[in-house]
């Protein structure tokens, strides 16, 4: 591994341990961060999936949403497990509306999404 790719990761983990952490302020920061930051678009999809989990703060879950709309902006895709993750929400009176609008990114700008 080479100097940037360390930095990179050591990077990532301070961000993933600050959504761990119970401050929302934090762990808001630390997401919107990871997804207008961090070049590894899987990595960043695994991390925001895993925000979705009931367990996660209200805010930190909504904002994971949103930001999966803003990774297909940003990279220009997505995985099948953001879509379906997305496409499994749209029926939840809190996240629905997200999940709808961050689907509507995902089909403005990945290729082949337009008909999701």
Do not use: K
Not at 63 to 69: E, Q
Not at 101 to 114: C, E, M, N, Q
């Amino acid at each position: 591994m080479n100097h940037e790719q360390e930095e990179l990761e050591d990077w990532r983990a301070a961000m993933v341990s600050d959504l761990e952490g119970s401050d929302t302020r934090l762990a808001t920061t630390a997401l919107l961060a990871l997804t207008y930051d961090d070049p590894d678009r899987r990595a960043v999809e695994v991390i925001l999936l895993r925000q979705i989990s009931p367990e996660a703060d209200d805010q930190v879950r909504a904002l994971a949403v949103t930001c999966m709309g803003h990774i297909g902006r940003i990279h220009q895709a997505v995985s099948a497990d953001v879509v379906d993750c997305l496409e499994g929400l749209l029926d939840d009176p809190i996240l629905g509306g997200r999940a709808e609008d961050a689907l509507d990114d995902i089909r403005s700008f990945v290729r082949g999404a337009s008909d999701l």
